[in-house]
T-cell receptor, first 116, second 111 residues
Framework: NAGVTQTPKFQVLKTGQSMTLQCAQD?????MYWYRQDPGMGLRLIYY???????DKGEVPNGYNVSRLNKREFSLRLESAAPSQTSVYFC???????????????FGEGSRLTVL | GENVEQHPSTLSVQEGDSAVIKCTYS??????FPWYKQELGKRPQLIID?????GEKKDQRIAVTLNKTAKHFSLHITETQPEDSAVYFC??????????FGKGTLLTVNP
């Protein structure tokens, strides 16, 4: 029972390079999320997918794209990396809850990305 | 969109003392308020949550209170222990499938 698995754990990019962060969950959750964490800024939502087949922008979507490949997988792509995208990225998933549509978020271990 | 303010940003207490972290939110439609704990280098993990139809919830040494009228909620940790040292995040959510997080409180429990 792996929970939420994201890869890679560490990555160094040069400005302008592209990369994709992969995320998979094995808890049969409907909703999946990508957050970034920067010192003093908390967790900020980049994109989310409420259910398979849908994706929506969060607070800080600029410079990112996502794909909900199937119910298990949700990837985050940086098309042209910038130093401002240096951060720790967390994927998370949650089940629906009646009345709130949000429930406990289960996070992956995080991916530390450095853009030079 | 929703805005969540969290205070204080850092908190230092002596072992055995109580710690209180406060959050305010802006969206009156929010109805779910979880708290996450993140130890250094680890992923955030849920420690307690409360829904809008409840004013208080307790789980051993931790408790959360909610005042919907004033749009604020608080985390209370009693009898703090060194292993309580971590960053704590409050969050607010509703019917739009997403949570908005506060900026976090670094709690240090000194032995």
């Amino acid at each position: 029972n792996a929970g939420v698995t994201q890869t890679p754990k560490f990555q160094v990019l040069k400005t302008g390079q592209s990369m994709t962060l992969q995320c998979a969950q094995d808890m049969n959750h409907n909703s999946m999320y990508w957050y970034r964490q920067d010192p003093g800024m908390g967790l900020r939502l980049i994109y989310y997918s409420a259910s398979e087949g849908t994706t929506d922008k969060g607070e800080v979507p600029n410079g990112y794209n996502v794909s909900r490949l199937n119910k298990r997988e949700f990837s985050l792509r940086l098309e042209s990396a910038a130093p401002s995208q240096t951060s720790v990225y967390f994927c998370a998933s949650s089940a629906f809850l009646t009345g709130t549509n949000t429930g406990e978020l289960f996070f992956g271990e995080g991916s530390r990305l450095t853009v030079l | 969109g929703e805005n969540v303010e969290q205070h204080p940003s850092t908190l230092s207490v002596q072992e055995g003392d109580s710690a209180v972290i406060k959050c305010t939110y802006s969206d009156s439609a929010s109805n779910y308020f979880p708290w996450y704990k993140q130890e250094l280098g680890k992923r955030p993990q849920l420690i307690i949550d409360i829904r809008s139809n409840v004013g208080e919830k307790k789980d051993q040494r931790i408790a959360v209170t909610l005042n919907k009228t004033a749009k604020h909620f608080s985390l209370h940790i009693t009898e703090t222990q060194p292993e309580d040292s971590a960053v704590y995040f409050c969050a607010s959510g509703g019917s739009n499938y997403k949570l908005t997080f506060g900026k976090g409180t670094l709690l240090t429990v000194n032995p």
